[in-house]
């Protein structure tokens, strides 16, 4: 279903049989809702978020590309999560079982503008879609359609709901190597069992597990990310740090665990595309292992 969000910006709103629901923002390619059969909302999305472009939206799920955060010259994490999408009508096959549910696809160009920026063409199409169980499964596709190679970093930034910042923690990130974003990406190794909150943490952990949990004690659920061609992984709360467009009370709410591509960037040849995939379900605490 297509209809007009806040301000008039096209929003997209896919349901699946059992009343699971997602809504993305075609301003961003940006998912701004996710939510359960039981109509609870599972991303997060700033009580002072600005929905007017050129203002990247804060929450929900934006895509980082062609750059993430500042490792270059170009805008704080690139500049496609404020560049207006289309609807994919007409997209090559996925060849993917889990994202042929009910699901949206989503394509972006590089415009004369952006190649002022960034001199590379690319085509970027991102499938979102509902799968077993109301998981929600993302996959973006990047081509090059320009006739030199490039590289890119990448990434997604999902603003995960949570009951209380301090009462969760991340797990599958123990004995890895992290750059510490407050320390000017200084490389440490992590050594505690699981990541807890009680300040301002913002780290880059390189090459990690494919799947990383955050368990909520007090919801008693785990939110399962499973991810594939994005070899990093950022976990990201600002605490009382002030951050544009977060209220200040926000950060209680939720946790960033971002897939990331960023110690080795992505390179394509003329012609070449590129995959990745990511998968988030949300499970009863005591069953995460199983799945
Ligand atoms: O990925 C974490 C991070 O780069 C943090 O350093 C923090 O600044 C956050 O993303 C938000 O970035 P933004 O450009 O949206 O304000």
């Not at 799920?61 to 560049?83: K, M």
């Not at 079982?97 to 972006?108: E, F, W």
């Not at 109301?134 to 081509?143: A, E, M, Q, W």
Request: proline letters at 7%; glycine letters at 6%; a positive charge.
């Amino acid at each position: 279903e297509r209809t007009k969000g806040i301000n008039g910006l096209d929003k997209l709103i896919v349901r699946d049989r059992r009343g699971r629901s997602f809504e993305v923002y075609l301003y961003g390619g940006q998912v701004t809702s996710w939510k359960n059969e039981k109509g609870e909302e599972l991303l997060f999305m700033s009580t002072k978020a600005i929905f007017q472009p050129p203002t990247p939206i804060r929450g929900g799920i934006p895509v980082l590309f062609p750059q993430y955060a500042n490792t270059g010259p170009l805008p704080s994490h690139g500049f496609v999560r404020q560049r207006f999408w289309e609807i994919d009508a007409n997209p090559p096959p996925l060849h993917s079982h889990s994202s042929s549910g009910a699901h949206v696809d989503l394509i972006l160009k590089s415009s004369e503008a952006d190649l002022k920026i960034w001199p590379h063409k690319f085509i970027y199409r991102l499938r979102v879609a509902l799968g077993h169980g109301g998981d929600l499964i993302l996959t973006p596709r990047i081509r090059n359609s320009d006739v030199e190679p490039f590289n890119f970093t990448f990434g997604f930034h999902p603003y995960f709901s949570v009951s209380d910042i301090s009462q969760i923690q991340v797990e599958g990130l123990q004995n890895l190597d992290y750059l510490d974003q407050q320390k000017n990406r200084t490389r440490f190794t992590d050594h505690d069992k699981v990541i807890t909150f009680n300040s301002q943490l913002d780290r880059l952990y390189l090459r990690t597990p494919n799947t990383l949990r955050i368990v909520d004690h007090k919801k008693n659920k785990t939110i399962v990310v499973r991810k594939r061609g994005q070899a990093d992984a950022v976990v990201w709360n600002p605490w009382d740090k002030k951050v544009s467009d977060l209220g200040v009370e926000d950060y209680r709410s939720f946790v960033a665990v971002e897939p990331v591509a960023v110690e080795k960037p992505i390179i394509l040849k003329p012609g070449q595309e590129w995959k990745a995939i990511v998968h988030v379900s949300v499970v009863p605490s005591g069953c995460s292992r199983k799945s």
